[in-house]
């Protein structure tokens, strides 16, 4: 199957200009007689749902939690990317899209990124128009920091809750829209199921998280904006009730999933303290401005601190590996994520680990707080440094940080093409759901500026098109294919709450965790990867034999909510494990240990795989078929990735 990103021809920097004036148009008259579904009410979905309704359209808006503020969006710290360039360093529209490419891998196409880097600095001026409280400068104007990646200042930030501030502006917009009655807002609503009449979507089947009731939902459109999968690994940065399930089941009606095995690893996230966690905690890549990531040259020093005999001040400097300044002097300890992880890795593989547990480095600030003085730090992280030390109780005032790389965002999702609909007419993936702007691995800051790009300014003008060829005419909530997939819903339920076994649902999650990170997590092999399939298709059998599903429908069931969630994700963790192993090269998140260069960094084979990997469902323990978008570079040539 030939798959059509449908990119506009033309020169780089008028593709999106172009494509909007010949997309078709919906007139005002006739919004109104469309009905737009949008699952999920994070940045992406709440600034689509808002941006939708004010052009007139009739919004019916999902989410699982009680409030749209709950989304996972409001856990982003550090900033979101724009090319506005207020600096003065060299910032530009091409820069930002240059940086994005290579941050990727070149595994990104050219005219998605482009796109994103253009609207860019747009949003800026959306969100504070919203009131969004960016940092500024003492003069007024709106500051900017640096993050991985890049070698100029373009991170807008509201100290460290950037992505809280960026979901209330949207939130005040879709609120706008529910009281003006364009959206229709449904919580505690779980989508379960994606309906397509002859191949198109419309219409989704949900479940009520308080009552149990199984409902049915008709839309001219659906768009899912639902977020990443990366608690497949069970341990991760993600909000533990994040998952994969909207995405999964239309994966299964049909939708292709692309690239699932693009994980992004963070670099500085709160260490695992024990089998007692169920998520861990990022501390913003903000940090690596002023903070210096090191780890004691030699394994008996890193002995020491272990077991306390000494602690990190009375380290001498001689005797302290500030790897990233070493190895990668023109960016520092701002490399790209994926960087920066798998060197932190490669220091506790060498034995010169901190911590108890020896899976740790420090970032420590020591030198900014005697340049800067403790209150200019504060100013700019206070609210992080409290959150280390409310977690540790240690004050990284006083002390390094100790951090180590953790699962964070998943640059895979649903296939889209440029006008982000999947190969499903009619239904639409937004925001991290959808795979298509950050390749092999996201610049940190960029997920914010994906969001909201997507919501506020390219699904407003693309999904009009598709609206104007279907026409509309309402959709027949009596067509069988709504009774059928409400059936196949119910019997689903009615299968997992006949699981009465003796192991529960979490201790399978757990279990298909510690598969995922060891043989799919920050380095991989061919060797570990055909193991992790085999030990997750036993996983998946004895699941389906021993799980233990407590409770009934009609009721508030969180042991039900988890059993479908982590059914979807043993099933997408051995897709994953599948497209790794199918990818035998290494690529930003995705590091194959038998394709590396001779200093260790990631060696792609861009001959045989530079193309994104759209995966086909076929059917119940069915191989999945590949299809191959092929990626062309007309404007940025791939090389190979150099920070140094």
């Not at 779980?190 to 009552?211: C, S, Y």
């Not at 998946?540 to 407590?550: G, I, R, S």
């Amino acid at each position: 199957m030939s798959l059509d990103a449908k990119i506009p021809q033309g020169p780089l920097a008028e593709k999106w200009s172009k494509h909007k004036f010949n997309l078709k148009l919906v007139n005002p008259a006739n919004k109104r007689k469309y009905d737009i579904i949008v699952v999920g009410t994070g940045l992406a979905g709440a600034s689509a749902a808002a941006s939708l309704g004010e052009l007139g359209y009739n919004v019916k808006a999902f989410c699982f939690q009680d409030s749209p503020r709950r989304a996972h969006s409001i856990a982003a710290q550090g900033g979101i990317n724009a090319a506005k360039n207020y600096q003065n360093d060299g910032d530009s529209v091409y820069r930002l899209f240059y940086d994005t490419i290579k941050g990727g891998d070149y595994r990104a196409r050219e005219g998605n990124v482009y796109r994103l880097a253009e609207v860019s600095v747009n949003i800026i001026d959306q969100c504070v128009a919203q009131g969004v409280p960016f940092a500024r400068e003492y003069g007024g104007l709106l500051d900017n920091r640096s993050f991985g990646g890049s070698q100029v200042s373009r991170t807008f930030y509201a100290r460290g809750q950037t992505g809280q501030q960026l979901l209330l502006g949207a939130y005040s917009a879709l609120n706008r829209q529910i009281h003006k009655g364009k959206v229709k807002m449904y919580t505690r609503s779980e989508m379960l199921d994606v309906v397509t009449v002859d191949g198109q979507a419309k219409g989704i089947i949900t479940r009520n998280l308080i009552t149990g009731e199984i409902d049915t939902h008709t839309g001219h459109a659906v768009l899912l904006c639902t977020g990443g999968y990366g608690n497949v690994f069970y341990l991760s940065t993600n909000a533990i009730g994040s998952n994969v399930t909207a995405a999964w089941r239309a994966h299964k009606r049909g939708a292709f999933f692309a690239n699932p095995c693009y994980t992004q690893i963070h670099p500085t996230c709160i260490p695992v303290s024990g089998d007692h966690q169920s998520k861990l905690t990022l501390m913003s890549e903000s940090l690596r401005n002023d903070g210096r990531v090191w780890a004691p040259k030699t394994t008996e020093t890193a002995e020491k601190l272990r077991t306390k005999q000494i602690t990190a001040a009375q380290v001498a400097e001689d005797d302290r590996d500030y790897f990233l300044e070493r190895k990668y002097p023109s960016f520092g300890n701002l490399v790209p994520r994926d960087v920066a992880s798998r060197n932190a890795k490669e220091m506790v593989d060498d034995g010169r680990g901190v911590g108890a547990s020896g899976f740790a480095v420090f970032l420590d600030f020591a030198d900014a707080i005697n340049r800067l003085g403790q209150p200019a730090v504060a100013a700019k992280y206070g609210n992080l440094f409290d959150m280390y030390y409310q977690i540790t109780n240690e004050d990284p005032y006083t002390q390094p940080m100790r951090i180590y790389p953790a699962v964070h965002y998943t640059m895979g999702g649903l296939w889209v093409d440029y006008n982000l609909s999947t190969n499903v007419p009619g239904l639409y993936a937004l925001g991290e759901c959808n795979f298509s702007d950050h390749g092999a691995n996201r610049l940190g800051a960029s997920a914010l500026m994906q969001g909201l790009a997507d919501g506020y300014f390219v699904i407003p003008y693309t999904l009009g098109d598709y609206l104007a060829t279907i026409g509309p005419k309402p959709v027949d909530a009596s067509h069988p294919a709504f009774a059928q997939t409400k059936k196949d819903v119910t019997d689903r339920i009615a299968t997992l709450l006949a699981l009465k076994g003796t192991k529960t649902v979490n201790e399978y999650h757990r279990d298909l965790g510690h598969i995922m990170w060891e043989y799919c997590g920050m380095a991989r092999t061919a060797e570990g990867l055909t193991k992790a399939k085999g030990l997750i298709q036993a996983l998946k059998a004895e699941f389906w034999k021993n799980a233990l599903v407590v409770g009934a429908n009609d009721e508030v069931n969180a042991s039900l909510e988890r059993a479908g969630r982590v059914a979807d994700f043993i099933e997408l963790g051995e897709l994953m494990v599948d497209d790794a192993l199918m990818r035998s090269e290494s690529c930003g998140g995705h590091f194959r240990l038998e394709s590396q260069t001779p200093e260790g960094e990631a060696m792609r084979n861009d001959e045989v795989f530079s193309f994104v990997g759209a995966w086909q469902y076929k059917g119940e323990n069915q191989p999945e078929e590949l299809h191959k978008e092929n990626l062309d570079f007309e404007f940025v040539h791939p090389t190979q990735r150099s920070y140094k």
